[in-house]
């Protein structure tokens, strides 16, 4: 598998200096890690993040996906990887099933026998009038007919916009709520007895794995619109290298074609500021060990080199908080959500998955990577195993 590195030689003169005007900190969060060589001289840790967009209704091919993802991972030598987009999906009988969950777990087993994850409640019960319902039903009908479930979204997005900007915030909720069933699901639910305000009943998608033992498991929600936006928190000590907090999260999206249904903030760019502000706050309140690593798709970034800035000012929360991105940090770094890849298309050019280290000991950078960017078999076609590319830091203990 490609990969693109971070690996700089560097002397006893260059750590000093390197780390010196690290302390102080840059934009990018650079943060107060030294890099060297390549060649560890001390006890290591890998992080790893990873959305796998196993969004049935809304990525393509999830369901064909989810075993050439469950294969790529195992192959992993990071010490925990947080994912991102591990769904639960209806199943034949109209049961939300963790199939997707129980297929990443089990076959990264061997080399993962440690997982955390929670199912979060469904939220708020919403519903829709038949009267407001029926314009965006013609709409749908007469345009996406024949359209799969997978393209469904997409679809009605691109035709029936005005009758999805018609329709009232708790019917907006219930319609986006119910992303990746067909055209019928969606009106039964919401016309009815009414359904989830969340996507997946409320799930929220999160997966830890790790190949070490995983305590003082908790998980926090946010304040959210159509997904249900939360944070896991494990700690775990890596063998030689020590403890650390390890948090997995997964942020509000920029979806600037789906209208906004809710009424707490002006759009996604404020519902996800305070998200990340009530983060910061929870992982004040728990964390233990001094060490924290956080990582996901955080949904933001900054324009730097090539890349193309997304909710820049957000990311700036996490550069404030004095939280390192040693991805970001990289003279040039590439894209996580690219329009070359098979799963996107257009112009994106954006790096929004992030690991970030908040550590109080000493360390050092060993590689620093994008991961899982090159296309796979899945179904006789060559695509990308996720719309996204995953994030992996190798740090060691300087102390």
């Not at 030689?9 to 780390?19: E, P, T």
């Not at 019917?171 to 699901?185: L, W, Y």
């Not at 000012?313 to 908080?321: L, M, P, T």
Request: net charge negative.
């Amino acid at each position: 598998m490609q990969m693109t590195s971070l690996k700089v030689w560097k002397g006893l003169f260059v750590v000093a200096a390197i780390a010196a005007l690290a302390a102080c900190g840059d934009d990018d969060g650079e943060g107060n890690g030294t890099q060297n060589n390549g060649e560890p001289q001390g006890a290591t840790a890998t992080f790893e993040t990873y959305n796998v967009g196993l969004a049935r209704g809304f990525v393509p091919q999830a369901e064909a996906r989810v075993q050439p993802v469950a294969d790529a991972i195992a192959q992993s030598p990071a010490d925990v990887m947080c994912l991102q987009e591990v769904w639960l999906f209806q199943d034949e009988q109209g049961e939300w099933s963790t199939g997707q969950i129980d297929a990443l777990t089990s076959g990264a087993s061997e080399s993962f026998p440690y997982n955390y994850f929670e199912v979060t409640e469904l939220g708020e019960s919403v519903s829709c009038s038949q009267e407001e319902a029926d314009p965006l039903e013609t709409c749908v009908r007469a345009n996406c007919d024949g359209v799969s479930n997978d393209e469904l979204s997409t679809c009605a997005l691109n035709n029936c916009g005005e009758e999805l900007n018609g329709l009232s915030s708790p019917c907006q909720e219930c319609v986006f709520g119910q992303i990746g069933g067909s055209i019928d699901d969606i009106l039964n639910a919401c016309t009815g007895d009414g359904a989830s305000e969340f996507s997946y009943n409320g799930h929220n998608g999160l997966l830890l794995l790790s190949r070490h033992e995983l305590r003082d498991t908790e998980i926090t929600s946010f304040e959210s619109t159509i997904v249900q936006r939360s944070a896991l928190h494990a700690v775990m000590t890596v063998p030689e290298f020590g403890d650390v907090d390890v948090y997995c999260t997964h942020l509000a999206a920029n979806l600037s074609d789906v209208p906004y249904p809710g009424d707490a903030f002006s759009g996604y760019e404020e519902e996800q500021a305070a998200q990340i502000d009530a983060l910061l706050a929870w992982i004040d309140e728990t964390s233990t060990t001094g060490n924290v690593v956080l990582m996901g798709d955080m949904n933001n970034g900054p324009a730097k080199g090539e890349l193309d800035a997304e909710f820049a000012a957000n990311y700036q929360k996490f550069v404030d908080a004095e939280y390192a991105s040693p991805y970001i940090a990289q003279d040039s770094p590439e894209c996580t959500f690219c329009g070359t890849n098979t799963l996107v298309g257009g112009d994106s050019n954006k790096a929004i998955d992030h690991v970030f280290l908040d550590f109080t000991m000493p360390y050092g950078l060993l590689d620093v990577a994008r991961v899982y960017d090159e296309t796979v078999d899945v179904g006789g076609e060559q695509l990308h195993l996720s719309d996204h590319y995953g994030v992996r830091v190798t740090v060691e203990s300087q102390e």
